[in-house]
């Protein structure tokens, strides 16, 4: 019998605290959740291991595969293997594109979903999980914020999912044109809510809402990577990428675009299940909070968030840095303050953090362009240009490094005519798209936003 895994709060306030008598949940309870009600991020009270003989087999497995075997060790056996590897064939129909770019460079493109964005593996995934666990057809309201791809892959993943109703926030002023598109083509279950501020006014609305007990009534979760059905399967990519680019037991290093640290926590979690990661490099832009923290050991949030071409990453103080600082010892609240600190050696021994400037982004889109005739968008080259640094800083490794592509191309076709004089072909998710009125206006007010869940809510 597999043993289960039980979900505790990063704030451990469920109860007694200094006994270390925290009170733990079931997956289901916490993927409906979303957020706990003390304000903390569910997190899984042991980290299971991939053993070495499923580490050789990686291999030989197709992508929906590694998924069922990695997720597995978490959601058994409150749902089965069959029904999860059902899942993992459903939601896993797209390729993953991985590139030479010499010295042991790679490229993993997670942008061939159905929305061009890697959020569309944890998005795909969680409509299932969430479609299944909610089988007696309850109303569900899932709330999410979005600083430009999370909103799309989320609406496109649920859309049509019976009793489950998606209202999405994006700030008005900082989305690209194709990213406006896409969140404002999907109508039906799904609502797309522009609101006149930045991604953070639209994330602090958001749990604002969660931890209103009068809207408790109306059975609100998270699509957002708070929700720990979203970020699971962030793991799983780390996993294909090692099995496709490295010798057994050989290590590898990761260099991830960093905006609310989702996918930095879903490297993290793989390390610790046994995936062998000699450095993750987190890569943020100018928004560079946590770079400066594990330099100088001060955590200052940025607010307002600096604005820049990697728009995605535009976060002036992540959401998902309490489950890292949780990792290390830590903790971190939700508007950044630090009650405990982490480990800082052992962070600083394990992860490279970095911020890059938009100069040295165009930069870096404009170089590897003329070198290579490669095409990177905004987010990838602000990974590739934090593992240039992490190289002059700490010599040229003789591993395979793999910086991650987040998003088409495509998405940022305006930049790349103005920078790189080219426009990228577009995949068929991105053709034809224009904007649509399946859209409102919202003030950054928490208090007309609730007003318009009371309006619109299903319960």
């Known amino acids: 019998m597999v043993a289960p895994i039980y979900y505790y709060s990063t704030n451990r306030q469920f109860s007694n605290q200094s006994s270390g008598d925290f009170e733990r949940i079931s997956f289901q309870e916490a993927l409906f959740q979303g957020q706990a009600q003390d304000e903390g991020l569910f997190m899984p009270d042991r980290i299971p291991k991939v053993s070495p003989e499923e580490l050789r087999q990686l291999p030989h497995m197709r992508y ?4 069922s075997l990695v997720l ?6 409150e749902i089965s ?3 999860l590897s059902q899942l993992a064939r459903e939601a896993y129909t797209f390729e993953i594109a991985i590139e030479s770019l010499g010295e042991k460079r790679y490229l993993m493109r997670l942008d061939q979903g159905p929305t061009a964005s890697f959020k569309d593996f944890a998005a795909q995934m969680l409509a299932r999980l969430m479609g299944y666990f909610n089988r007696n057809g309850n109303y569900l309201n899932l709330l999410v914020a979005t600083s430009g791809d999370t909103g799309s892959a989320i609406g496109r993943a649920f859309q049509g ?3 489950i109703f998606v209202y999405i926030l994006y700030p008005r002023q900082e989305v690209s044109p194709k990213q406006e598109a896409q969140l404002t083509s999907i109508n039906g279950n799904v609502r797309a809510v522009s609101v006149d501020g930045k991604f953070d006014d639209c994330q602090k609305m958001v749990k604002s809402a969660f931890l209103d007990p009068e809207l408790r009534l109306f059975h609100l979760t998270s699509g957002n990577s708070i929700n720990i059905g979203r970020l699971l399967p962030q793991m799983v990519y780390y996993f294909y990428a090692y099995s496709r680019l490295a010798k057994y037991e050989e290590k590898v290093i990761f260099s991830i675009p960093s905006g609310n640290f989702g996918n930095a926590i879903g490297c993290e979690i793989a390390y610790r299940m046994g995936l062998p990661v000699e450095k993750i490099i987190i890569a943020t832009n100018e928004n560079d909070e946590f770079p400066g923290f594990l330099q100088n050991g001060r955590y200052e949030k940025i607010s307002p968030s600096r604005r820049c071409l990697s728009n995605s990453m535009n976060v002036g103080h992540p959401s998902n840095l309490g489950r890292l600082f949780d990792l290390y010892g830590g903790n971190v609240d939700k508007d950044g303050y630090v009650h405990r600190n982490p480990d800082r050696t052992a962070m600083r021994r394990h992860i490279f953090g970095v911020g890059i ?8 889109m404009v170089r590897i362009w003329r070198e290579k005739k490669v095409i990177l968008e905004p987010h990838g080259a602000v990974a590739f240009a934090g593992l240039e640094s992490f190289r002059e800083q700490e010599g040229e490794p003789d591993l395979p490094q793999i910086v991650l592509e987040t998003a088409h191309p495509g998405k940022f076709s305006e930049v790349l005519q103005e920078y790189l004089g080219v426009t990228p072909e577009m995949p068929e998710s991105l053709k034809h798209l224009q904007l649509k009125n399946h859209y409102i206006v919202l003030p950054n007010e928490y208090r007309i936003f609730k007003e318009y869940l009371f309006e619109n809510l299903k319960r």
């Open 161 to 163: 999912i019976p009793g």
């Open 81 to 83: 293997a069959s029904v």
């Open 357 to 364: 400037s938009d100069s040295e982004t165009i930069d870096t």
């Open 64 to 67: 929906p595969e590694i998924a």
């Open 72 to 77: 597995g060790k978490f959601l058994r056996p």
